[in-house]
């Protein structure tokens, strides 16, 4: 049986993420994924701000930050339990210039056209309809603003791949959740799509720690893939899981800097 990338019906995106967020900032990469973004982006002074799919807020804060109190960010997510530790991360930062909004961040009526300067997303549109987020953000760009998001290249990190390998043992074809977005060309493409303007496609690598690789599995059941998997008896994920983690292991003896490393885009344009 072939599996796209997981439905991004609102209400399964939603549990999804409740179910991630208690451990989604763990993850050091995430963080360095998010700050890269914001830091490519640049904000400035007294910028208008939304974080679309904040999650538990990095790059909301990283924002926030560089932009000083001057700065108005919003972050927005469909996940309370993603916005709870969004809002427990704030108050550790001593930041005030953040407001968090529950609500889908591909569509916002609440807002205004050309309410933002700056439109970010650090790797949300994994779990979006790509068209309408960005035409949605098109819509709510000031002229003269910027949208930034990023995406895995396709075909990685690594570790996923050797994933789907082995979900073809348990009957599981598995796409590429990355391939939409996954090279330079589709980026430049689906802003052209959206009514955006591309101005600029960076291709980077972005290293995993060895803790990283310790919640692979989770990671990936709790994914694009969670409803593909959902689908096996308990002792065929017991044994998918075992086969694994198994051959995660036996490859970061042999291939520790490749699985380590994957390569990575931030992808921006404008009105």
Same mark, same amino acid.
């Given at each position: ?46 910028? +208008?701000?939304? $974080? #679309?799919?904040?999650?538990?807020? =990095?790059?909301? *804060?990283?924002?926030? %930050? !560089?932009?000083?109190? &001057? ?13 709870? +530790?969004?809002? $427990? #991360?704030?108050?550790?930062?001593? =930041?005030?210039? *953040?407001?968090?909004? %529950? !609500?889908?961040?591909? &569509? ?30 098109? %819509? ?60 600029n496609v960076v291709e980077e690598s972005l290293r995993f720690a060895l803790g990283d690789l310790e919640h692979a599995w989770e990671a990936h059941i709790r994914g694009p893939h969670h409803d593909a998997v959902a689908t096996l008896t308990p002792t065929q994920k017991q044994a998918f899981q075992r086969d694994y983690t198994t051959a995660l292991t036996n490859l970061l003896r042999t291939e520790e800097d490749n699985l380590l490393a994957s390569k990575v885009i931030y992808a921006f344009g404008g009105?």
């Open positions: 049986m072939i599996f796209v990338a997981a439905s991004n019906s609102r209400y399964r995106v939603e549990t999804l993420f409740d179910t991630r967020a208690t451990t989604y900032s763990n993850h050091s990469w995430h963080v360095r994924y998010a700050e890269r973004l914001v830091e490519l982006a640049a904000p400035t002074s007294e910028m +208008r701000i939304l $974080d #679309a799919a904040t999650g538990t807020g =990095l790059a909301a *804060i990283a924002a926030a %930050r !560089a932009t000083g109190p &001057a700065g108005q960010v919003v972050g927005v997510d469909i996940s309370s339990g993603m916005l709870t +530790r969004a809002r $427990d #991360a704030i108050v550790k930062a001593k =930041l005030v210039n *953040i407001e968090l909004i %529950r !609500a889908d961040a591909a &569509a916002l009526p609440q807002f205004e056209e050309g309410s933002f300067d700056l439109i970010l997303c650090s790797a949300g549109l994994l779990y979006m309809s790509v068209n309408a987020a960005l035409r949605e953000w098109r %819509r709510l760009l000031a002229p003269g603003g910027l949208v930034g998001f990023s995406t895995m290249r396709e075909g990685f990190p690594l570790a996923a791949t050797l994933f789907r390998s082995h979900a073809r043992r348990y009957g599981l074809t598995l796409t590429d959740p990355s391939a939409a977005l996954g090279t330079r060309r589709r980026c430049h493409q689906a802003f052209l799509d959206a009514g955006i303007i591309p101005s009105g």
